[in-house]
């Protein structure tokens, strides 16, 4: 099953440019997270603090990222991200993002993230969940 | 005499946010540090890299920043910052910024800020120049 | 009244310096602010996350801030910052800081803060509340 | 062959957080590579910029990196980094870092990276060179 595929923008601020001149990596991977958050929200989704207070679930994050850096990008650069979500697991999904500057690619993202929940045994920490279904069913191509 | 007033857009992502949710604050002096340089490409000037190819001239560093924080934004929130050049003087100009989101002040800034060139004595240090006549008349309403 | 003064350091990183090759300015308005959070702790009060569950005082945000930037700092310099409290008034307080490298003054701030809670009319806002007298006896030199 | 393994010590900052109240993870990222730059020192070598200066040679950009959250960590934590390199290849290395608070394991990261110099053809380019000698004598365990 396919998903939904969406792109959002970002320009390149000379802070986020590191002495080398060229985009400091990790800004890479602060970009494709909101890109993640703006993924989910034109799938139709809520924003996860909505979504937080309708279920309790908090939101999705983290358990493993993998960047591939390919070219530089610079201030003034208007840069493209295409973000969708590959595969459904039980409990994790990866979901992918390609940051392009018209037709040259910059960086390759893969994330995989859990949905979590506070743990009931214990509020102060988190535990995943399954995917929820809505979910799965708003991404869908 | 009047210069002229631009404005930026800048979306605030989750990772720009702080633990009370909101918008870490020194987010707010590198986007209008973004704006400023926005703000010389829009009145028609090349961006300072370029400029500096062509004058010798390095670009703007800060001098002085003065900031206010009004009211909170958070992530999601689509930000505009309105910039513009309040006074040359021999050696410094003041660049101010006000971030609203549609009637809602955020936060204003007001830099001081020099243009400089290296040191013929010492070309690994840099310093004041005349404020150039040509960016005087590109900025001018 | 004097208050107590405090240092404490930090290792520039080559994520933190800009294409000029040198610190970008936000960052040594964020070492402030963490030398704000390290000051208060130092003056033997809890963390502001403690505090608040003590007290319901959720911890001092900026309501202005003043940098004055006078010399340039690179990656992996060592940098000292003094932090003290020069004036509390009724509702808000004044936080200053100097980041020096060995005899070198690179950067002066001044910060406005106040201590907030949340609005009992509406737990979402937040509003000013008069400083604590535990903190101002903590902090008196 | 073993390399030498070097620690290095963060302190978490309030900005370095986000409205989970944890490290925002990219921030992990930028600690490891700032880490990297002071794992070569550590072992005798000097900064990048003064080696560039002696052979040309400007640096170690990353070709990819894996990162895997295990913990979260927030502001007043000190963490310590746990740096090697666990593989020359003829033209890119693998360097892993741990990221520690006490016993407990919060990150873990991968780095693939390549030296390089300017492209001869094309300065403004850069090119992939073989891992330096001198680099892989002084890392030696």
């Known amino acids: 099953m396919m998903n939904q595929i969406h792109t959002s923008t970002v320009t390149v601020h ?12 990790a800004n890479f991977s602060k970009w494709m997270d909101d890109a993640s958050h703006q993924y989910f929200w034109k799938c139709g989704l809520p924003r996860w603090a909505d979504y937080h207070r309708a279920t309790g ?8 990222t993998n960047h591939r850096f390919v070219a530089p990008a610079t201030y003034g650069d208007v840069l493209t ?3 969708t979500v590959t ?7 990866i979901q992918t993002h390609r ?9 390759e ?19 995943a969940v399954a995917i929820p279904a809505d979910v799965i ?3 869908a191509a």
Request: aromatic share 10%.
């Open 99 to 107: 940051i392009t500057r018209g037709d040259t690619l910059i960086c």
């Open 81 to 83: 991200i295409t973000t």
């Open 14 to 25: 000379f802070g986020d440019c590191d002495p080398a001149g060229i985009v400091f990596f």
């Open 137 to 139: 069913a708003a991404c």
């Open 109 to 127: 993202g893969r994330e995989t993230r859990v949905f979590v929940r506070p743990d009931t045994q214990d509020p102060t920490k988190i535990k």
């Open 87 to 93: 595969e459904w697991r039980a409990r994790v999904f």
């Open 57 to 64: 679930i908090l939101g999705t994050p983290l358990v493993e």
